[in-house]
């Protein structure tokens, strides 16, 4: 397809389904329907065609909550007050279960069609996840300067996740360190500012819906290209997020 890659889907190649526009005239309200019906089963579709192509690129993926259809809560979990609504993974075993493998892929999405995508970190990519105001000033400069960058995704609007090399998979286990901003599932919600999720932690990915029902997607689709190294591009976020 010409033309900018597609915010909504993000783009990289992801397959998305677009809605055709229809001119209704007197056809009215079974269109409608259907054209509500066809538009559901593309979102659920593009979750699992999503998975696929972070699959296919050697990234695992384990499903995710997300908002449900109806009701008053804001997560599909089934604990009251959700510390995390649409944003953690439907089960404690994501650690052991994520997978690359597209069969078992397949299996959970048509197990759960609406399912958020969970991607852990620390194994092939690293990410820095900060407010999107801050994400926004520093792929600013990134641009102007000229600066390395790697895949970038917006969650909704409220925050912006750097994908770089991880340094959470070194060949020497030796050489594994620690960082005062590494970030766990468990003490997201009490980190406003930047966020560095390496092992044991994980992010949402596009084409996702937040709990705010707002819309997520790459604003850098992940190309195959080498992910930048993290303390270059730290130096950048930190300065956006002072
Ligand atoms: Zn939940």
Known sequence: MAGAPCLTCGGAGII???????????????????SGNRRQRAARDRMAAA????????????PGAHPPAAGDRS????RMGCPDPAAHPVSAAWAHQAS???DR?????????????ILPTGRVFDVFDVPAAAGAAALDRIGREGLPVGPV???????HLF???????PADEDEWWSCHLDTSPET???TPGMRWHCRDSYVVAPPSVPASGKETGWLRPPQGEPLPDPLRLLEVLADSCD
């Open 16 to 34: 998305v389904y677009q809605e055709p526009t229809f001119d209704l005239g007197y056809w009215g309200a079974e269109m409608l329907a259907v």
């Open 51 to 62: 998975a696929l192509e972070y699959a296919a690129m050697g990234w695992p993926c384990f």
């Open 75 to 78: 997560c599909s979990c089934d």
């Open 100 to 102: 690359v493998d597209p």
């Open 105 to 117: 892929i397949r299996r959970w999405w048509a197990e759960r069609p609406e399912a958020n995508i």
């Open 153 to 159: 995704a917006n969650l909704g609007d409220e925050r």
């Open 163 to 169: 994908f770089v090399a991880t340094r959470g998979a």
């Open 188 to 190: 997201v919600t009490e």
